[in-house]
């Protein structure tokens, strides 16, 4: 695991989900339905989410079996390389794993070009336009969830090389398990058309792209729970059949504060 840089947890003195710092603004005026939500809210962050993901991921995994076959079968007949690819991504506290994915590019070009991807990149074949456009890619992720690495629902895990690029308060994403899914995710769900087209892809990406998402997952690390969950993964589902959701058309013209933060 060498050369996989190893980010460290940041602490926080006060908690209600773990890795976020509570304000008096953001507690609740009630004492007793204060304590009520933190009760609910911490157990299901240390008990409830593990066994809710590990239901969920392998009853997915079940009723997805049949399709994951076909698209595997479908990436070997392409093109030559294996049908998976795996990546490193930072997951919780820092700590390196490799994401696993139905390979959708010529084999070795993650070796050749940027990190990141856009609508019409030349490395992408044409079954992987297909499961890139559908999500089939992400399927396999499915098992870095039951292995642990991943909740069905989270902030998506990045390149090393762009979470140290984070600021200190927003490394505090990194007391979060990263997901399949999640709210940032679903307002980024065309994100491949956004940076199409630009030739300044990876900068957009690190300076607008990703401080969006951050924003969006940092309030989805203080109001984690089952609800929550649920709601996402309905969205997810409904998304993939209803197009045009996405948020990221307002990105151009609205770009964050922290833009520039990474440079």
Known sequence: MSGIPQLHRIPAQKR???????TAAEQP?????????????????????????VIGAAVALIIASPILFLCA??????????AFFRQWRV????????????????HGADKRGPKITASGDSRITRVGRILRKTKMDELPQLFNVLRGEMSLVGPRP????YTLKYTLAERKILDVK??????ASLAHINEEQLLAGRA?????YVTTIMRRKLEIDLAYGRN????????????????????????????????????????
Not at 236 to 263: C, H, M, R, W, Y
Request: charged share 25%; net charge positive; proline share 8%.
């Open 91 to 106: 997951g919780k506290n820092g700590k390196p794993f490799q994401v696993f994915k139905l390979r959708t590019m010529t």
């Open 200 to 204: 300044d892809k990876e900068h957009f």
């Open 224 to 263: 984690i729970s089952l609800f929550e969950d649920l709601k996402n993964i309905l969205l997810t589902v409904g998304a993939l059949f209803i197009p045009g959701g996405s948020q990221t058309k307002n990105l151009e013209t609205s770009p964050p504060a922290s833009e520039g933060a990474a440079d």
């Open 73 to 82: 079968v479908a990436v070997l007949l392409e093109s030559r390389g294996p």
């Open 29 to 53: 005026k009630n004492r007793i339905g204060r304590d009520a939500a933190g009760v609910r809210a911490a157990f299901y962050i240390r008990h409830g989410k593990r066994v809710f993901d």
């Open 158 to 161: 990045e390149v090393p090389e």
């Open 16 to 22: 209600v989900n773990p890795g976020f710092n509570v």
């Open 178 to 183: 990263p997901g399949i899914t999640g709210p």
